[in-house]
């Protein structure tokens, strides 16, 4: 399979490498030096295209595959705010989508975690929740695409919250998010349920960037010839 790494960066450097361990070819990498190289052309040769660039950029990268009719998986995050204007493009040009906040298999897992832990607690009034995410600080957006995947998973099973924040905050209802940026941590998650007698905490740490590299690779092998909007959940049931 011909893969186009659209951010080649660190995470698109070590998408590479485990792409090539699987036998694929890079027919594209595309970074800030040579963006003059992303064109609908060359995008156009790659079976499948992987996306870690920048919010910034990633509407537009999105955008210039679907005209190529090059399936995209897509791990930059940041943009879901423009998503249902993106899946409705995504439908009219018959193209072929993946977005996932994380790619990791073992995040996929601990999001399932979240959700069963989530249902457990949903009557028991005595626990304050709250999402606590560390990264890099290389890392642009804040709070972390995996965070808010977490957030509202949670809250759609509580019957105390009803949206999340990203700062210290006494409403009730309101599930506080705290993100933390440091050096060379490729990212921590962890909810805590904390009463007065005892907490209960699950924690998902990376302990490098070849978890989100491989699980990237499996959604792009997942993609290849496939029309559609899909998820890192069927990827994980296939």
């Not at 999105?62 to 995209?72: D, F, H, R």
């Not at 972390?144 to 905050?169: K, M, P, R, V």
């Not at 506080?176 to 060379?184: G, N």
Request: some cysteine; hydrophobic content about 35%.
């Amino acid at each position: 399979m011909k893969i186009a790494i659209l951010g080649y960066g660190k995470m698109g450097k070590t998408i590479e490498r485990i792409a090539l361990e699987r036998g694929h070819t890079i027919c594209l990498k595309v970074n800030s030096a040579n963006l003059d190289e992303l064109t609908t052309e060359n995008l156009s040769k790659a079976d499948v295209a992987i996306e870690f660039s920048t919010p910034d950029n990633v509407l537009a990268n999105i955008n210039l595959s679907l005209k190529a009719g090059t399936p995209i998986a897509i791990g930059t995050t940041g943009w879901y705010n423009k998503q249902d204007e993106v899946y409705k493009k995504v439908e009219s040009v018959n193209g072929c989508l993946l977005a996932a906040s994380n790619f990791s298999v073992g995040v996929n897992i601990f999001f399932e975690l979240n959700r069963k832990l989530a249902q457990l607690m949903k009557n028991q009034p005595n626990y304050t929740a709250e999402i606590q995410e560390i990264h890099h600080t290389e890392k642009l957006d804040s709070p972390s695409g995996t965070a808010i995947t977490l957030a509202e998973d949670l809250i759609q099973s509580s019957s105390i919250y009803t949206h999340w924040q990203n700062s210290a905050n006494e409403n009730k209802d309101s599930l506080e998010i705290k993100s933390f940026r440091e050096p060379e941590v490729p990212g921590t998650h962890e909810i805590n349920y904390d009463s007065d007698i005892d907490s209960i905490r699950i924690i998902h740490e990376a302990k490098n960037r070849n978890g989100f590299a491989l699980g990237a690779v499996l959604a792009a092998e997942y993609i290849h010839n496939k029309k559609g909007i899909f998820t890192m959940q069927d990827v994980l049931k296939n």
